[in-house]
């Protein structure tokens, strides 16, 4: 069976679907998946940008610190534990996330609040770079959030725009598997379709 890791950024919608279908796949299949952490922010860092960007990769670079603290004091695992509700919070809820209510997720998933505190904290930011350069090393080059792991070999992606039905889910996965644990595979790409459908429960 093999070992599969997803690298994402948290404040990327596209990878909350991704994460979605493959945590359920996954589940469906017996498949080890680990969720890590990749950073928009220091993806675009050096990178003029204004607006809505710019806005999202000050909330990148908050919720990073705020992840490595937790996978530094809790383990890989919580990564999945935090992200479970503080991204159902914000991709599909649509919530901007005060500090209070940050500290009340961090409760709920059995995490101590004060881990809340490195959101401000730039020690956290060689942490952060540390996993992203993780990930952009097994891709072998540069691409945003999420970059799929299979056994070691990375891939940007999949990018979807909705969280498939149980069964397409599963097939989607198998093929996936079968093409990244085939050696002359490179790369399938087409243009994005627009930003994701975010729903709760797969359709």
Request: with cysteine; hydrophobic share 40%.
């Amino acid at each position: 069976m093999p070992d599969v890791d997803l690298y994402l950024d948290p404040v990327c919608p596209f990878s909350w679907v991704t994460s979605r279908w493959l945590l359920d796949a996954a589940h469906a299949t017996h498949t080890p998946v680990t969720l890590r952490q990749m950073s928009l922010a220091v993806l675009n860092e050096g990178k003029e940008l204004e607006g809505k960007q710019k806005r999202m990769m000050e909330r990148s670079r908050r919720l990073g610190r705020l992840f490595a603290a937790v996978v530094g004091k809790h383990g890989q695992d919580a990564f999945t534990r935090l992200y479970d509700s503080l991204g159902a919070q914000i991709h599909v809820r649509e919530d901007e996330l005060t500090g209070g209510e940050i500290r009340e997720i961090l409760a709920k998933c059995g995490l101590q609040e004060s881990l809340a505190d490195a959101l401000d904290d730039s020690g956290f930011d060689a942490d952060v770079k540390r996993s992203h350069q993780a990930a952009q090393d097994t891709l072998g080059g540069s691409a945003g959030s999420p970059i799929i792991v299979v056994d070691g070999r990375g891939f940007h992606g999949p990018v979807m725009t909705r969280i498939p039905g149980n069964e397409d889910g599963v097939r989607l996965l198998e093929a996936v598997l079968i093409a990244a644990q085939t050696p002359e595979f490179a790369t399938l790409q087409r243009p994005v379709q627009g930003p994701p459908t975010l729903e709760e429960e797969p359709r």
